[in-house]
Structures are given as structure tokens and as C-alpha cells.
């Protein structure tokens, strides 16, 4: 059934939810980021996933407006599980930044952030697009140079589902990139996709950045990527995304 509601809508009706998926350090398997994962409640279709909104809304111009509650939501969220779980709580939170956020002023808007919330810069971790378009990545590479200064982390996500992230890599200092799930599926079974993960590893640390594989289903995926040295994972093998609560739950018991 079609969407009939905006997300400006949605916003305005409180029936946007994020959910928190974890990341982990391979070696001991400690939580080093959450990613925040958006949901919508909508009143008469019950929880939707992104694909059947984010599309509508990037084409209507609203991306920006998603992100950035998104934003604002996911820091509130961290400075009060910090709050509540001390050293417990997520040392950082890892938000995605769409293509068309990125041909706005959103320094201001990240930096307005993190003074409204309290988060130290640190904390936050923003998800660059494999597929944001080079043209308009130039012109955000001031701003995202400004917020790098300002301490907060940048990581290149879905490395290897398109092509222009390469290129991004010679002139953007960032601190990480994410390898995309569809090469972490196949690497057991497709000797390219193995390739693919190895290749893009090593580049990762030949440019010092932190590696994090995304989409770790198995214990055997895992393996195999400790074994090709990539530091961080991400998938169903490790932590559903979950509510804030249930994450908090998560993180206190043993
Ligand atoms: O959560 P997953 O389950 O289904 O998300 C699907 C896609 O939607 C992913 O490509 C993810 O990057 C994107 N997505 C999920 N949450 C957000 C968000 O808060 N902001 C943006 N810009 N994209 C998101
Ligand atoms: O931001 P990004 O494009 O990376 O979005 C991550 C997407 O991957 C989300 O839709 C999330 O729900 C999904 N996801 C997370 N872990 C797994 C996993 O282990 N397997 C699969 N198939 N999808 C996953
Ligand atoms: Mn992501
Ligand atoms: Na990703």
C-alpha cells in the first residue's frame, strides 16, 4: 500500500522511531559504536523500514529534515544512556548522512547538534554515502573538513557498492569505511567477493582508517574477517537493531 503521509508529517506527529544496531571490536567483541536506524510508526500501516519512505523522501526534498531529527535524536539518545549506564553506555553512535544533506549547511546544524545535546564531537560518528554524487561531495568537503577539526568522526559507508567513494578518499581525510554487506555474504562462498573484502581492508589500512564490515551473519563470516585483520563488525550474527531500551538492556546485563 502506497505511503500517503510525508515525513514531515511523520515528524510532526511523533511517529518517527530510531532503532540501534552494534558494533563491535572483533577481538573481544566490546560495543564500539551503535548505528542509528530509522523506523516509521505510521498510524494506519504499522512499522515501516526505510525503503518504503527514504525513496519518497528523497525525491520530495525532505532527506535533510529526516536527517537531521535523526541527528538530534540519536545524540539526546546517547547523552542519556550515558547518563544512565556510565562507561556501559555505547562509547560512540554512528549517524548516515544522505547525498542531498550534504549540499546543505549542515556543519551548522551538526555543530548546533552536539552544543543543544551535550555530546562530545567524538561521540559522533557520521556515514558518508557510497553514492553521493562527487560534484556535490565537493562542495560539502569544506564543511565536513570543519567538522573533522571539531573532532567529529567521518566513515565512508557501503565501500564497494559504487565507485565513488575512491576517488573521496584522495582528498577527504576520513576515519573510517565500512565494507558493503554484499561483499561479507558472499566472501565464503565467491572467491571474488573474498577478494573484494581483502582488497578493500588493506586499502582501508594503507589510508590508517578503521575498518568495519557490515552485515556479519555467521560466526564463520567473522572468522574470516579477523583473519583478513578487518577490526570492527556489524550484523545479525552480532546485535539486531534494537530500541534504545532494549539496548540499554542489552549492555547491562553480563
Ligand atoms: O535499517 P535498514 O534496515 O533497513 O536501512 C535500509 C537503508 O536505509 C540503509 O541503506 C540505510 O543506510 C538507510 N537508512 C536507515 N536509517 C537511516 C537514517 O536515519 N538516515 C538515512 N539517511 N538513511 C538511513
Ligand atoms: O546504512 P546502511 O546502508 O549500511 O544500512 C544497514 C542496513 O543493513 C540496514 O538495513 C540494516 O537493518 C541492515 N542489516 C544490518 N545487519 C544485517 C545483516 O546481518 N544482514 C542483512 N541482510 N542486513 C543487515
Ligand atoms: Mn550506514
Ligand atoms: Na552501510
Known amino acids: 500500500e502506497q505511503v500517503d503521509r510525508s515525513v514531515r508529517q511523520a515528524i510532526a506527529g511523533d511517529e518517527l522511531r530510531l532503532v540501534y544496531q552494534p558494533i563491535v571490536r572483533i577481538q573481544d567483541r566490546s560495543v564500539v559504536s551503535v548505528e ?3 523506523r516509521w510508526e505510521h498510524p494506519r500501516l504499522g ?3 526505510p525503503d518504503r519512505f527514504l525513496p519518497g523522501a528523497e525525491r520530495t526534498g525532505q532527506m535533510p529534515a529526516l536527517d537531521r531529527w535523526v541527528l538530534r535524536t540519536a545524540c539526546a539518545d546517547l547523552v542519556t544512556l550515558t547518563q544512565r549506564l556510565g562507561d556501559a553506555a555505547p562509547p560512540s553512535v554512528n549517524v548516515n548522512v544522505s547525498t542531498r544533506t550534504l549540499t546543505t549547511p549542515f556543519d551548522e546544524t551538526v555543530l548546533d547538534v552536539l552544543a543543544e545535546t ?8 557520521l556515514e558518508l554515502p557510497e553514492t553521493a ?5 565537493a562542495g560539502a568537503h569544506a564543511r565536513l573538513e570543519r567538522l573533522r577539526e571539531a573532532g567529529v568522526h567521518l566513515t565512508l559507508d557501503d565501500m564497494g557498492a559504487g565507485s565513488t567513494t575512491l576517488r573521496h578518499l584522495s582528498t577527504l581525510t576520513v ?9 561479507v555474504a558472499g566472501m565464503l562462498d565467491n572467491p571474488r ?3 573484494v573484502v581483502k582488497l578493500l581492508t588493506d586499502l582501508g589500512h594503507g589510508l590508517q582508517l578503521r ?16 583473519a583478513l585483520g578487518v577490526e570492527h563488525a556489524q550484523g545479525w550474527h552480532i ?3 534494537a530500541p534504545l531500551e532494549d539496548l540499554a538492556a542489552t549492555l547491562t546485563s553480563p
Not at 551535550?118 to 560518528?125: A, N, Q, S
Open 193 to 195: 567477493d573474498h577478494t
Open 133 to 137: 554524487d562527487l560534484t556535490l561531495l
Open 47 to 49: 512499522r515501516l523500514s
Open 175 to 183: 576515519h573510517g569505511m565500512k565494507i558493503d554487506q554484499v561483499f
Open 36 to 38: 542509528a536506524l530509522v
Open 211 to 226: 575498518v568495519t564490515a557490515e552485515g556479519v551473519e555467521t560466526a564463520a563470516q567473522l572468522e574470516a574477517l579477523a
Open 118 to 125: 551535550g555530546l562530545p564531537p567524538d561521540r559522533l560518528r
Open 239 to 241: 546485535g539486531r537493531p
